[in-house]
């Protein structure tokens, strides 16, 4: 992830309302913002150009092309509850398909996929052929629209990592789902997780995780993708995705594994926001999420901590594997 930084404020785009239910196959969804089937495919990227750059931005993933490359999705239209592979490549400004990546968080490229809704959400570490195809199983659960993310660093690109979008229709009975209401807490499988801080728009903001289990503080956090928790933020609307830095790295020396896992981000703009945490504690990856309202730069936003009366956010478990998922307020 990278150091985060002001950004012009813009309104959230509302999600579009869905029909009683999706059509099937190649007949469903918006635009997948893929890029044009006719560019040639190479089996090796080009080496990146020298303005092959971009502001720093604290959000990423609204755009398909970005500093040069573009996030080809090879496969905009999946069927809910069936299980699919989904393949897609990054395009350097020659069409070449990029081979080569720069290695962050332990893995070369994270890809997110979450609802428009912001009830379902997967993070997945997909495999890459030698020619730069990626693919990866999923198997979502609900039909709708979703938004694939693709957060990477090119090899030998000295300018901040991208991270772009594209849209994903999925076929299926659909059933509209409302953004689950803002708690301080989240519980998951015997965990209780509360959240501390709070987000800034335009400034970066401090957040601070404390994880429990069965009421007792867990000290014994184990590391995930480099550190002891891993945060994803997508403002609700557009989806944009925040970057979000980790206090500390695991095994640095100074930080602690657990309770608390401390973060650092930047809100682009005053709005509703979906925080997940993913926590890995006796082998198994777990995700926590919260819904996190931003107030304008001229309120004082009221830091985020225990309180009565407030219910719990829904979280599940999923499998510490390279394609584990997660489900209204799941983590990858």
Known sequence: MNPAAKIT???????????AA????????PGTGTTPSERPDHAESAAPHADDSRPDSPAGGLQASEGGYTLDLATPHLKAERQSELRFTIRDR?????????????????????????????????????????STPVELPAAGDYRVFADFTPAGHDAPGLTLGADLAVSGPYKAAELPKPAPTATVDGYTVTLNGALRPGVPGHVTFTV???GRPVTDLQPYLGAYGHLVALRAGDLAYLHVHPGGEAGDGSTEPGPDVSFTATAPSSATYRLFLDFKHEGTVRTAAFTVPVPPAAETPRPTGPADGHEDSPADQHEDDPHGGATSGDGH
């Open 9 to 19: 404020a813009f309104t959230a785009a509302l999600a579009a309302s869905f029909g």
């Open 22 to 29: 999706y059509g099937i196959g190649l007949t469903v969804g």
């Open 94 to 134: 020659t069409g070449r398909q990029v081979t080569a990546f720069q290695r962050e968080h332990d893995k070369e490229l994270h890809l997110i996929l979450a609802s428009r809704d912001l009830n379902t959400y997967r993070h997945l570490h997909p495999t890459r052929t030698s020619d730069g195809t990626w």
């Open 212 to 214: 429990r289990k069965d």
